[in-house]
């Protein structure tokens, strides 16, 4: 499987428009939370479209640090906390509410501390054949416990929503994990938020069958 710049930007476009249906489908502004996934999903790919670019072609090198950042920052500081928040914002049972609040304290914590990593050690981007690599400065430690909380709040907390169709957008994001790490594990930050953003488009379902529950209550 080959990635490229045009591939995020056809990414970008698809999921934009994924969002602004899902948007139209909210009828409570506290939903907007996970409504929007999709834009940002799709925002997050067109950065990439853009850190292709710079790696390129030399007329676009000027924009290869904003870009690369603002890639980084969706996938390293933004989705552990807004992954959980988005699924405490739709839940509607109590208990579920108490649990996934646990994994949006992990989220906050590993946000907290990737953000940490991205200030004091330099990312590095590069083109190895389809893909692209992300190499930032750790250690074994802090790779272990940013991983465990990472996939804690990203990966397990949609597990504890009670809608139904949430559950199928877990499993893909289980899978498509499993597939990135087996397949592609150099280029997991690349590819693993590519696999997401598409599975984004799952965010509009969950929010029509909020939509029709609310409707038929």
Not at 62 to 79: C, G, P
Not at 118 to 135: E, M, N, V
Not at 189 to 199: E, H, L, N, T, Y
Request: aromatic share 16%.
């Amino acid at each position: 499987m080959c990635f490229s710049a045009s591939a995020s930007f056809i990414a970008g476009a698809a999921l934009t428009v994924a969002g602004v249906a899902s948007i139209s489908q909210v009828r409570k502004p506290v939903h907007l939370v996970f409504a929007f996934m999709p834009i940002l999903f799709g925002l997050q790919q067109l950065f990439e479209g853009f850190v292709w670019l710079s790696l390129l072609d030399v007329g676009f090198s000027k924009w290869h640090t904003f870009s690369k950042y603002a890639f980084l920052i969706f996938a390293q500081i933004i989705w552990p906390f807004w992954i959980p928040l988005s699924f405490l914002s739709i839940e509607r049972l109590p208990e579920r509410r108490k649990i996934i609040r646990y994994f949006l304290f992990a989220g906050i914590a590993v946000s907290m501390i990737l953000t940490c990593r991205l200030i004091f050690s330099p990312a590095i981007a590069q083109i190895d054949g389809c893909h692209i690599s992300y190499k930032i400065g750790t250690t074994t430690v802090l790779q272990i416990v940013t991983g465990v909380l990472y996939i804690a709040a990203i990966v397990v907390a949609p597990f504890f929503s009670s809608w139904k169709r949430s559950i199928s957008l877990a499993v893909a994001n289980v899978v498509s994990l499993v597939i990135t790490h087996l397949f592609f594990e150099v280029y997991l930050v690349s590819v693993w938020c590519f696999f997401a953003a598409v599975q984004s488009v799952l965010v509009f379902f969950i929010i029509r069958e909020i939509k029709r529950t609310s409707e038929t209550s």
